[in-house]
């Protein structure tokens, strides 16, 4: 099973971000994770990628659960933040060699991810010399460097331009083939153009949970 969420609330104080939501991803898939700002998408990713603990029911990763077995899930998952932080004075290759050593990966692997992520072009460069697109590979590089099988991106397209918007649709369309991506927008359209299943979340709620196919049929 490669993501496994049952009954998970989240309070932050007295304002409930997530009430009791509920969701499998059996295969790989994209799935997305549509809904407005606030609606607590940021924070189901954050417990899936164990940035922070719910306050209440179970999640697991790869069959790892999130509080149990950290580590196995952090191996298991990449994660792209919504607002990657990332350094504008570090070379491409700088910043992924960093996080290489950190995650253990081979040297190697730096130079898949580049090519697998279309940045060759561009990896000599200091990330404050690309434009957005180009360090949203950087960071779709990153979350790939220790080969997880499943990759979580939150809002991947937000705030791209109309050819970098195609071509970063295209990459994480072609990255779904063989790994199980669960990313969040509040865009329909982006799921319509990416994904294989829409989880519909609203206040905290999971509010509807579809194939695009059956969608597309109207069921
Ligand atoms: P989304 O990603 O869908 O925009 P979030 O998960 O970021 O939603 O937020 C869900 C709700 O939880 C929002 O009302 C937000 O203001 C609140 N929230 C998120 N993080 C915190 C936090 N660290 N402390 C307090 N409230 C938070
Ligand atoms: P994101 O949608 O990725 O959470 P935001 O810009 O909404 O990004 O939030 C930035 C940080 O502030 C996040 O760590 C989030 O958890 C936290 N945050 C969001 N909403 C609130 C809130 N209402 N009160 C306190 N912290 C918040």
Redesign the pocket.
């Known amino acids: 099973m490669s993501i496994q969420v049952e009954n998970i609330t989240k309070n ?1 104080g007295s ?1 409930k ?1 997530l009430n009791n939501i509920s969701f499998k991803v059996n295969k790989p898939e994209i799935v997305g994770f549509l ?1 407005p ?7 189901m990713m954050k417990i899936l990628t164990t940035y922070i603990d719910a306050s209440e029911g179970h999640a697991k990763v790869n069959d790892y659960d999130v509080n149990i077995n950290k580590q196995k899930v952090q191996q298991s998952v990449g994660y792209l933040p919504e607002h990657n932080p990332l350094y504008l004075e570090q070379y491409v290759r700088e910043y992924l060699a960093f996080n290489a050593q950190i995650y253990g990966v081979k040297k190697q692997r730096i130079e898949d991810v580049i090519q697998l992520t279309g940045l060759t072009p561009e990896a000599h460069k200091k990330i404050g010399q690309l434009s957005k697109g180009y360090r949203q590979r950087v960071g779709l590089a990153n979350a790939l460097l220790h080969n997880p099988d499943v990759l979580i991106l939150d809002e991947p397209t937000t705030g791209l331009d109309p050819n970098q918007l195609v071509e970063i649709r295209a990459l994480i369309k072609n990255i779904g083939q063989e790994k199980t991506v669960f990313l ?1 927008t509040h865009i329909m359209q982006e799921v319509e153009a990416m994904c294989d299943r829409v989880i519909i979340i609203n206040k905290g709620e999971i509010v509807a949970d579809k194939k695009l196919k059956d969608l597309r049929e109207g069921q």
């Open positions: 932050y304002q971000a809904g700002n606030g609606a607590g998408k940021s924070t969040s």
